[in-house]
C-alpha cells in the first residue's frame, strides 16, 4: 500500500498535544477525517493502520498540511475559550447511513455550551424512539471533538458515555461551560 489512495490522494496525520492530551489528526483532500484521542504511540499505531486498511492509502505525518495546520489552530483557540464553533472541511467517508445522518445533525444543531439529550437527537432525525441507536453513533464518530459528541447526555441529567473517557467528557463540557471545573 503507498501513500496514495486510488484516486492520488494523500492521507495526512499529525498529533497535537491539548488539555485533555494528544490528538491525532488525519486528514484527506477532502477534509479532517480523523480525531483520535489519547494518542499514544500505541493508540496513534492501531489508528494509524486502521486508517489505512479503511482508506486505502498509507497516512504520511505532515503537521504543515493545510487542512491539519488549520485544525490544530482551531483547536488551540477552542481550549484557549476563544472559539466555540470548528469551521473546517469534514471527510465524511469514514460514517455513513443513520449515523451519519446522526452526526451532521450534532454538528450543525447542538451548540457550543449545549447539551442534547439521545433520545431527543434520535427525534430530530426522524427516529423517536432510537436513543440507543444514537449512542452507537457516537460511539463510531470518527471526528470526536470536532463533530461534539460530547454534548450528547442522558435525559435523565446522566452524563452518558463517551469513548475519550468520562473525566474527558466532563472536561469538555466544563470548559463549555456545561459543567463546573473539576475540583480535583
Known amino acids: 500500500m503507498d501513500s496514495e489512495r486510488q484516486d492520488g490522494q494523500r492521507v495526512v496525520w499529525t498529533v497535537v498535544g491539548t488539555d485533555i492530551g494528544p490528538l491525532l489528526l488525519a486528514a484527506t483532500r477532502d477534509g479532517l477525517v480523523t480525531v483520535v484521542f489519547h494518542a499514544t504511540e500505541a493508540v496513534r499505531e492501531r489508528a494509524l493502520e486502521r486508517l489505512a486498511a479503511r482508506l486505502g492509502a498509507e497516512p504520511v505525518e505532515d503537521a504543515t498540511a493545510p487542512v491539519l495546520a488549520e485544525a490544530i489552530r482551531q483547536l488551540r483557540a477552542y481550549f484557549a475559550g476563544d472559539r466555540h464553533d470548528f469551521e473546517l472541511p469534514l471527510d465524511w467517508s469514514l460514517i455513513s447511513g443513520f449515523n451519519r445522518q446522526v452526526l451532521r445533525e450534532l454538528a450543525t444543531g447542538v451548540p457550543y455550551g449545549s447539551v442534547v439529550g439521545y433520545g431527543d437527537l434520535a ?59 473539576p475540583l480535583f
Open 123 to 181: 427525534g430530530r432525525v426522524g427516529q423517536p424512539g432510537g436513543a440507543q441507536a444514537v449512542g452507537a453513533a457516537m460511539g463510531a464518530n470518527p471526528l470526536p471533538l470536532v463533530v461534539p459528541c460530547h454534548r450528547v447526555v442522558e435525559s435523565d441529567g446522566g452524563i452518558g458515555g463517551f469513548g475519550g473517557g468520562l473525566e474527558t467528557k466532563r472536561k469538555l463540557l466544563a470548559l463549555e461551560g456545561v459543567l463546573p471545573e
